[in-house]
């Protein structure tokens, strides 16, 4: 199996600065893009920020200038830094990856658990 394991997130002031991790881990041949999305209460989860293999980047213009995602694809890694943060940035931050479980098969997507993101006036 394979398993998306965060961590980073916590309650910071507004303006502060968080940087969320994920790792994959377990029977994987290759990962092509990783990501975080985001789930605020009474509202649908949605793209923060995704990044290929490759270095091809999208990323929600909320966001975009206050964070920065990152990869390293020899520890199927992606981490999200997050500076500036404003309350309307408060959600659960959830990791996807789309992996390759075996060289003939097609893609599959997995998602951590989520992480706590809270920004305080």
């Known amino acids: 199996q394979v398993q998306l394991v965060e961590s980073g997130g916590g309650l910071v002031q507004a303006g502060g600065s968080l940087r969320l991790s994920c790792a994959a881990s377990?029977?994987?041949?290759?990962?092509?893009?990783m990501g975080w999305y985001r789930q605020a209460p009474e509202k649908q989860r949605e793209l923060v920020a995704t990044i290929t293999s490759g270095g091809t980047q999208t990323m929600t213009n909320y966001v975009k200038g206050r964070f920065t995602i990152s990869r390293d694809n020899a520890r199927n890694t992606v981490s999200l830094q997050m500076n500036d943060l404003k309350p309307e940035d408060t959600a659960v931050y959830y990791c996807?990856?789309?992996?390759?479980?075996?060289?003939?098969?097609?893609?599959?997507?997995?998602w951590g658990q989520g992480t706590q993101v809270t920004v305080s006036s």
């Open positions: 996807n990856a789309a992996v390759r479980l075996r060289a003939w098969s097609g893609w599959t997507e997995f």
């Open positions: 377990g029977s994987i041949f290759s990962i092509n893009a």
